[in-house]
């Protein structure tokens, strides 16, 4: 049976990891999401090679396992004399990662825009950089909404990864604690609070969508 006495004991660490574990998803989002929009710019350039380099970056890291990628940055790089903490090991691989993944969301979303609004903007004389404020934007923002979301959740879940470098997240508590005491309560909690926090961000999300509908 499951001990309230138990879990009271466990509970604060399980808490200390899922703060880990949202600063790791707050971090990423803030560098990844803009990083993100500007690499999406660059792919839609009609500079070559700004196009090549960056197909190449976002072919490297979509196609490689974020596993891969954050033990290369925590324990490859300090060969060739780069040397990360943790924690900054962590937060560099997972802004490349997903930044690479919404470049190509946001490109997507570019892409979609017809090209009659790019001519309304010339008409307008509006600069580069107001039509991708005024114009493209808010059209691009309504558009990748749906595959953002699905990007955060995948998030939410993927934050567990840093355990293979030591850090002291929310799945490295319930493991630790399973492991001390033999018995799979910890794991179970870790679950329940994976759920609850995807299931915060979902309705985050649908909150945002549902702002953005009057534009249909």
């Known amino acids: 049976m ?7 004991q466990i509970l604060p660490s ?5 703060t880990m574990t949202l600063k790791i998803f707050c971090w990423t989002l803030i560098g990844a999401l803009p990083l ?8 839609v350039s009609k500079i070559k090679l700004v196009k090549y380099i960056l197909n190449f970056f976002v072919w490297l890291m979509r196609g490689t396992p974020l596993l891969l990628q954050l033990i290369f940055v925590f324990y490859g790089l300090p060969i060739v004399g780069i040397v990360f903490q943790r924690y900054d090991a962590a937060l560099f691989a997972f802004i490349l990662n997903y ?8 490109r997507g979303g570019l892409q979609s825009v017809d090209r009659g609004q790019y001519e309304a903007a010339k008409v307008l004389r509006l600069s580069y950089w107001q039509t991708i404020r005024k114009i ?4 691009v923002a309504k558009i990748v909404l749906p595959s953002i979301g699905n990007e955060v959740i995948n998030l939410v879940k993927d934050s567990s990864l840093v355990y293979v470098i030591g850090i002291g997240d929310l799945l490295r508590a319930g493991n ?26 979902t309705y985050v999300l ?9 534009w249909r």
């Open 176 to 201: 630790v604690a399973s492991a001390r005491d033999v018995t799979l309560i910890p794991l179970l909690l870790v679950g329940v609070i994976y759920l609850l926090l995807t299931a915060v961000c």
């Open 136 to 139: 493209l934007i808010p059209q």
């Open 2 to 8: 499951l001990s309230l006495n138990y879990i009271s």
């Open 36 to 43: 993100g929009m500007i690499f999406g710019l660059g792919l």
């Open 206 to 214: 649908r909150q945002v969508e549902k702002h953005y509908a009057y």
């Open 14 to 18: 399980l808490l200390a990891g899922t």
């Open 99 to 106: 930044s690479a993944y919404f470049a190509e969301i946001f």
